[in-house]
């Protein structure tokens, strides 16, 4: 049986935790044990060959009860500051995860991108794929893999 359970995710790149701000709950679906996996913090890389495009990824889920707060921030290589992105809603049945980022604008196109994301949880790390869409012209932007391991538990 499935528990539908409302968390956020945090995220933290070295030492900008304290920058993330307070972003509003996400809901997370799945079993309170695959909730439980997927708690702690996670640190790792994308990867956008299309785009040539890569940089750190990081998130920490600190759930207390039933819900947490936080966001995703990514650091593409070459841009000044990191993108802070909020992740919208995460599923997790047994070992797959899959899930959604809030639209946010391309640091190069200025076109907004509508990003999904899916991956499979594996030991202490969790790998997979995302596609982004370019919201204005309906055509894919671009695709690629990421990856996190798991940095500390809860």
Same mark, same amino acid.
């Given at each position: 049986?499935?528990?539908?359970?409302?968390?956020?995710?945090?995220?933290?790149?070295? #030492? *900008? =935790? +304290?920058?993330?701000?307070?972003?509003?709950?996400?809901?997370? /679906? !799945? &079993? @309170?044990?695959?909730?439980? $996996?997927?708690? #702690? *913090? =996670? +640190?790792?890389?994308?990867?956008?060959?299309?785009?040539?495009? /890569? !940089? &750190? @990824?990081?998130?920490?889920? $600190?759930?207390? #009860?039933?819900? +947490?707060?936080?966001?995703?921030?990514?650091?593409?290589?070459?841009?000044?500051?990191?993108?802070?992105?909020?992740?919208?809603?995460?599923?997790? +049945?047994?070992?797959?995860?899959?899930?959604?980022?809030?639209?946010?604008?391309?640091?190069?196109?200025?076109?907004?991108?509508?990003?999904?994301?899916?991956?499979?949880?594996?030991?202490?790390?969790?790998?997979?794929?995302?596609?982004?869409?370019?919201?204005?012209?309906?055509?894919?932007?671009?695709?690629?893999?990421?990856?996190?391991?798991?940095?500390?538990?809860?």
């Amino acid at each position: 049986m499935t528990r539908v359970l409302r968390v956020s995710l945090l995220a933290t790149t070295l #030492g *900008a =935790w +304290a920058c993330a701000g307070r972003p509003a709950p996400v809901p997370l /679906s !799945g &079993s @309170l044990a695959g909730v439980q $996996a997927l708690a #702690g *913090a =996670w +640190a790792g890389e994308y990867t956008s060959d299309g785009l040539g495009r /890569s !940089g &750190s @990824l990081t998130f920490t889920l $600190a759930a207390k #009860g039933d819900t +947490a707060r936080g966001d995703v921030i990514m650091i593409p290589r070459g841009l000044n500051q990191p993108l802070h992105l909020t992740i919208t809603f995460v599923r997790v +049945a047994g070992d797959h995860v899959n899930g959604a980022l809030a639209p946010y604008a391309d640091p190069e196109c200025g076109c907004t991108l509508y990003t999904s994301f899916v991956g499979r949880l594996a030991g202490s790390g969790i790998s997979g794929s995302f596609a982004s869409l370019n919201g204005t012209t309906g055509t894919m932007r671009q695709t690629g893999t990421w990856e996190v391991v798991r940095q500390r538990a809860p």
